[in-house]
């Protein structure tokens, strides 16, 4: 399926802007750079609808915590970065067939392994789901019953998890993104919406009489996804996304993000 054309953010690493590091010694992989980032710089893809991993500044700008791992894993390499976000996780899952991008931030999904190697985790977040008004589930662990309609984003990690998972409950595929979401829920569409819970305290801050059940069905590891083609790079990827994790990049921008349900892992 031909992907509708993007308007791609072009972004230059300045080292100087970000924290100091030692620049890698590739010694023990040689052909590592050229396979890492064929065209010079870091192409790096981003699924813009998850406020967890991206945000958007008012000019529209990218921001959030894969906007800051991707800038400053390309700095410490010393090289240019490229940002390119997709719309949703489906025409993330799409591309995934193409080389338009060297590494890509989201979740450590088994359904994206056939394309994908995956680093260290860089982030954990906690996976629960948001309630409409009047529905009848209390708690997390009262959703899987029949006559329940949960809704989820197409082609996310969620959707992979609850497809395994629900056994009873009725799952309904929509868009990923908050406003696919709330008028999922708002609409009476669904009467639970599986997510990452700060998107869900989101939308229940934004629906009347919408709740954030009690516990949570998942926990989603947060990784680089490096090309196969590239798999040879992943010790020089995790050592970097290991020293992200200890000198506080990680944090830092879990906290400007704002982000709950959120944590850098131990």
Do not use: C
């Amino acid at each position: 399926m031909k992907l509708p054309r993007r308007h791609f953010l072009h972004l230059a690493a300045g080292a100087a802007a970000l924290p100091a590091a030692p620049q890698i010694a590739w010694a023990q992989a040689p052909s590592a750079p050229a396979t890492l980032f064929p065209t010079g710089k870091l192409r790096v893809a981003l699924i813009a609808s998850n406020p967890v991993l991206v945000t958007r500044g008012t000019d529209g700008s990218l921001g959030g915590v894969s906007v800051s791992v991707a800038r400053t894993l390309a700095a410490r390499l010393g090289i240019p970065v490229e940002l390119k976000p997709y719309d949703n996780p489906m025409r993330y899952n799409e591309s995934l067939a193409s080389d338009d991008w060297d590494i890509g931030l989201a979740a450590r999904d088994p359904s994206r392994a056939e394309y994908l190697a995956f680093s260290v985790t860089f982030m954990e977040v906690d996976n629960g789901y948001v309630a409409r008004a009047g529905a009848t589930p209390t708690t997390a662990e009262e959703v899987d019953r029949a006559g329940v309609k949960i809704a989820v984003a197409q082609g996310s990690a969620p959707h992979t998890v609850l497809t395994r998972l629900i056994k009873n409950a009725e799952i309904i595929q929509v868009p990923g993104g908050f406003d696919s979401a709330r008028e999922a829920l708002a609409t009476g569409k669904a009467d639970v919406y599986g997510e990452n819970l700060h998107l869900a305290h989101r939308i229940a801050d934004a629906l009347p009489g919408a709740q954030v059940l009690p516990g949570r069905f998942n926990v989603v590891q947060m990784a680089i996804g490096v090309r196969k083609r590239a798999a040879s790079a992943l010790p020089t990827v995790d050592e970097l996304v290991n020293g992200m994790r200890s000198d506080g990049t990680v944090e830092k921008a879990i906290t400007e993000a704002g982000l709950r349900g959120v944590r850098v892992p131990n």
